[in-house]
């Protein structure tokens, strides 16, 4: 599930950047920066479907336009690389702003370059991406070799690149020829992985080698195989999104910021302020809790009362696992169905509750193998003896205290004893 939130950013040359956060439901495990290709947009459909992609492995992506495209203030004609290396700081400044600087730099195309070249003035990135980069970013000139002359003896052309009528004057090639970008590269001093498809006909793969034998480690490379320049088959986005998702993962912290659970002890924590969904620390385990949307949830997790059912669950066939290990007996697969309802007290004869209503669980189970009656009646007794089971038909007291806010050691965290 996404959620998305429309933002207008300063840019380098104080343009107002049209741009979207991507972000999950829930804990971000860390938030991504995607730059894209020289005269794209971010609403190109590789661009979204990478962001998407990355979104639902947990992490927050933000795209934007670059000055003077998409829908970003600004003239293009008067934009350059180093234009959008300011707008990428620009941008990523902002976030920090917001208190989520990216700790990742993707970039597509020119936009590689771009993150390749700003990667060391934003000192949050762990990790950097490029797609279909080019080694130089002299190399776009290739898109207007024909109008070049042109360019430099007039000081500007109009021409259709992509179908669309662009400016393009004499500075852009005057910047493009300052760049020199092996030694960003050499410099970079953050992970780096280059992806590249063996047959692109816009960048071709020598740029991938290129960037990969200037980088230091850690670095790595992966092929697109038979993906094209702009990525324009969901599968092959979806794959990138894959891969990034994976090798990122690797550099930034699998659940930041989550308390610590000690031996013994559940710990309990809102996702964000105001949302029913919460974090659950058990030990190093992390599990959901949350409510269906009709009840103002965001289904992102099991209720509380599916939780309740999953921990009986699991208690009844570990349980049984057990008792017929210890026995011998040739229990094959267990499988136990739980459901919680409420009932009216005097439907319950067995119950001493005589008026209102009362919890009803109902457990059903089945048991694989070769088992005898007498061996599945035994087994049905002492699925009702797992300690989860006597739990909830002893008498239970749940004590609840608040932890004076001066002294409390792990901040957002709640207790409770039973």
């Not at 953050?190 to 670095?219: C, R, W, Y």
């Not at 009932?343 to 009362?358: M, P, R, S, V």
């Not at 004590?399 to 409770?416: D, K, Q, Y």
């Amino acid at each position: 599930m996404v959620r998305t939130e429309r933002l207008e950013l300063p840019g380098g040359a104080g343009a107002m950047l049209a741009a979207r956060l991507d972000r999950p439901i829930g804990r971000v495990r860390a938030t991504a920066l995607f730059a894209h290709c020289f005269t794209c947009s971010k609403d190109l459909a590789a661009v979204t479907r990478i962001s998407r992609g990355l979104v639902a492995r947990g992490f927050a992506v933000l795209r934007f336009d670059f000055t003077g495209l998409g829908h970003s203030e600004g003239e293009f004609a008067s934009t350059n690389f180093s234009s959008n290396v300011a707008d990428l700081v620009c941008v990523a400044d902002a976030l920090r702003t917001r208190g989520t600087p990216p700790e990742i730099l993707i970039g597509h195309s020119l936009g590689g370059a771009a993150v390749l070249a700003a990667a060391g003035l934003v000192p949050e990135v762990r990790a950097v991406a490029t797609i279909g980069a080019p080694a130089d970013p002299v190399h776009v000139e290739k898109l207007f070799s024909e109008n070049r002359d042109t360019i430099l003896r007039e000081g500007e052309a109009e021409l259709e690149l992509s179908g669309r009528r662009f400016t393009i004057r004499r500075q852009l090639l005057e910047d493009l020829a300052t760049q020199k970008l092996t030694t960003a590269i050499a410099g970079l001093g953050k992970a780096l992985l280059v992806m590249h498809a063996p047959f692109d006909d816009t960048v071709g793969i020598e740029n991938a080698s290129q960037i990969f034998l200037a980088a230091k480690h850690p670095k790595s490379f992966v092929s697109l195989d038979s993906a094209d320049h702009l990525l324009t088959r969901k599968e092959d986005a979806a794959y990138a999104a894959e891969v990034l998702a994976a090798w990122a993962g690797r550099f930034v912290p699998e659940f930041p910021d989550l308390p610590v659970a000690e031996p013994g002890e559940v710990v309990v924590r809102d996702v964000e302020p105001e949302r029913l969904a919460q974090d659950i620390v058990v030990g190093p385990h992390l599990l959901r809790a949350d409510e269906p949307r009709a009840v103002g949830g965001d289904d992102t997790g099991p209720t509380p009362y599916g939780l309740l059912l999953a921990g009986l669950g699991a208690c009844t066939a570990m349980t049984l696992r057990l008792f017929a290990k210890r026995k011998n007996w040739p229990l094959g697969e267990v499988e136990v169905r739980l459901r919680h309802d409420k009932i009216h007290a005097n439907d319950c004869a067995e119950c001493e509750t005589g008026t209102g209503k009362i919890d009803r669980i109902e457990k059903e189970i089945s048991l694989g193998g070769s088992l005898s009656s007498d061996q599945r009646a035994r087994l049905l007794e002492i699925a009702d003896r797992c300690p989860v089971h006597r739990t909830l038909h002893s008498e239970v007291r749940v004590e609840s205290s608040l932890i004076p806010a001066a002294t409390t050691t792990r901040p957002g965290s709640h207790s409770t004893r039973s």
